[in-house]
Nanobody, 124 residues
Framework: QVQLVESGGGLVQAGGSLRLSCAAS????????MGWFRQTPGKEREFVAA????????YYADSVKGRFTIARDNAKNTVYLQMNSLKPEDTAVYYC?????????????????WGQGTQVTVSS
């Protein structure tokens, strides 16, 4: 079992930056692939980025490629999402998620543990 708590959300102007953090409990964090997803009202949860359990592989949605960076620190049981050049369309609740699967997933159904989410609002 792993419990996830996101932080770092807030209000930022377009073009600005935010760094989200997701702290995990338990001693098995390093065995999970980690992902970031986002959701706006009335829409399905959308894949943003994922990182393999050792950090050697990363994946990004086309909409954030080149602007967002996912990273993890297994010694601190934390995964990060650095978001630069933010746009109003990045406004959403951002969730981190953990998956213990053989192949890293880019769909929400592949993840078994979720945080409570943190709101990111980008003003124009």
């Amino acid at each position: 079992q792993v419990q996830l708590v996101e932080s770092g959300g807030g209000l930022v102007q377009a073009g600005g930056s935010l760094r989200l953090s997701c702290a995990a409990s338990g001693r098995t964090f390093s065995t999970y692939h980690m992902g970031w997803f986002r959701q706006t009202p009335g829409k399905e949860r959308e894949f943003v980025a994922a990182i393999s359990w050792a950090g050697g592989s990363t994946y990004y949605a086309d909409s954030v490629k080149g602007r967002f960076t996912i990273a993890r620190d297994n010694a601190k049981n934390t995964v990060y999402l650095q978001m630069n050049s933010l746009k109003p369309e990045d406004t959403a609740v951002y969730y981190c998620a953990a998956a213990r699967t053989i192949v890293i997933r880019t769909t929400a159904t592949g993840y078994e543990h979720w945080g409570q989410g943190t709101q990111v609002t980008v003003s124009s």
